[in-house]
């Protein structure tokens, strides 16, 4: 079994990561209509009432874009992403007041009260996580279909289309 680089372990890589992530030159950029039509439509397709494309940093979660939430960043200590990006499937959090990584988070106890979370990682070609477009809700749901976590995956797939298109072009700050 081949292991990508950027998934050999969870910390052991992490410098790697982070480098990865700066190679995209995405942090604390503008808005960009691309990237904010994608989280409308996964706000949309998932009935959720916030999308994001989050980006994981060092020490903080910072949105690329958010629908439906109006901050641009929280501390990673916080983020359900910097949990998602561990792995290289869609992290599914029914009902986060139930689950113990969550249930006393600050976002899981006060505004935006999350309780559902499904999160697919933005892997780069050579298997490095650099966050997740996820979709969450005030509401906790039973968890997600198959389909729909291919879906997710897909968008996610097409967010990193999006960030490759961008880096090529030399759009990268």
Same mark, same amino acid.
């Given at each position: 079994?081949?292991?990508?680089?950027?998934?050999?372990?969870?910390?052991?890589?992490?410098?790697?990561?982070?480098?990865?992530?700066?190679?995209?030159?995405?942090?604390?950029?503008?808005?960009?209509?691309?990237?904010?039509?994608?989280?409308?439509?996964?706000?949309?397709?998932?009935?959720?009432?916030?999308?994001?494309?989050?980006?994981?940093?060092?020490?903080?979660?910072?949105?690329?874009?958010?629908?439906?939430?109006?901050?641009?960043?929280?501390?990673?200590?916080?983020?359900?992403?910097?949990?998602? /990006?561990?792995?290289?499937?869609?992290? !599914? &959090?029914? #009902?986060?007041?139930?689950?113990? *990584?969550? =249930?006393?988070?600050?976002?899981?106890?006060?505004?935006?009260?999350?309780?559902?979370?499904?999160?697919?990682?933005?892997?780069?070609?050579?298997?490095?996580?650099?966050?997740?477009?996820?979709?969450?809700?005030?509401?906790?749901?039973?968890?997600?279909?198959?389909?729909?976590?291919? /879906?997710?995956?897909?968008?996610?797939? !097409? &967010?990193? #289309?999006?960030?490759?298109?961008? *880096?090529? =072009?030399?759009?990268?700050?």
């Amino acid at each position: 079994m081949e292991v990508k680089r950027g998934l050999m372990s969870e910390d052991s890589n992490e410098a790697d990561r982070l480098a990865a992530l700066a190679r995209y030159g995405l942090l604390d950029t503008p808005s960009e209509e691309g990237f904010d039509r994608l989280t409308r439509v996964a706000a949309f397709l998932f009935s959720a009432p916030i999308a994001l494309i989050s980006l994981v940093d060092r020490d903080r979660q910072w949105f690329k874009s958010a629908c439906g939430l109006a901050g641009r960043e929280t501390p990673r200590e916080w983020a359900f992403c910097a949990h998602a /990006i561990r792995g290289t499937e869609v992290m !599914v &959090v029914a #009902d986060a007041t139930r689950d113990p *990584r969550f =249930r006393d988070n600050p976002l899981v106890t006060g505004p935006p009260h999350i309780r559902f979370y499904a999160g697919a990682p933005l892997l780069t070609g050579d298997g490095f996580a650099l966050g997740t477009l996820c979709v969450i809700d005030a509401t906790p749901r039973p968890g997600m279909s198959g389909a729909h976590q291919l /879906i997710l995956r897909d968008l996610a797939s !097409v &967010v990193m #289309d999006l960030l490759e298109l961008r *880096r090529m =072009r030399g759009d990268v700050h």
